[in-house]
């Protein structure tokens, strides 16, 4: 028979006597220290991996009219300012202005760039090689701190 003497004590009876289970049980980790892979004695709880190192922030795939696509994930919302030219929207915002888009274009030859990178948005910019702003199917990810 076991029973719990707190939260990090066990014990059973061992037809003898009573013995006592310490299980180290290890505390969760806390968004600074997953962020700053400083405390390699905590858990990642599976609602936390999402503020690890390497792990997307942000991704969304947007059509070339503007409208964000199903799948994408902490991308709040995506508005065509002109042609070629969208304002992407964070849901949870970044920890400050530098975090690192990564684009890519669909259907055309041409030249994507990102630039008026806030913590909570960030401009798309879509050019054809003839460097006229052109309307564009594209995908995003976003890499950073996230607050």
């Not at 029973?3 to 006597?17: F, L, P, R």
Request: net charge negative; aromatic share 6%; proline share 3%.
């Amino acid at each position: 028979m076991f029973y719990a003497t707190d939260t990090e004590q066990w014990s059973y009876d061992d037809g003898a006597a009573w013995q006592n289970i310490d299980l180290n049980i290890p505390a969760q980790a806390t968004q600074s220290a997953l962020e700053d892979e400083t405390d390699e004695d905590s858990y990642a709880a599976p609602d936390m991996i999402k503020l690890s190192p390497g792990v997307a922030k942000s991704y969304c795939s947007v059509a070339s009219d503007g409208t964000l696509q199903a799948n994408s994930y902490n991308t709040a919302s995506t508005v065509k300012d002109s042609a070629g030219n969208y304002t992407h929207t964070i849901g949870d915002d970044m920890g400050n202005a530098n975090g690192s888009p990564v684009l890519n274009q669909e259907d055309i030859n041409g030249i994507i760039r990102c630039s008026s990178i806030a913590a909570g948005t960030y401009t798309v910019h879509i050019r054809n090689l003839s460097q006229t702003d052109t309307d564009a199917a594209h995908n995003v990810t976003n890499h950073g701190d996230q607050v």
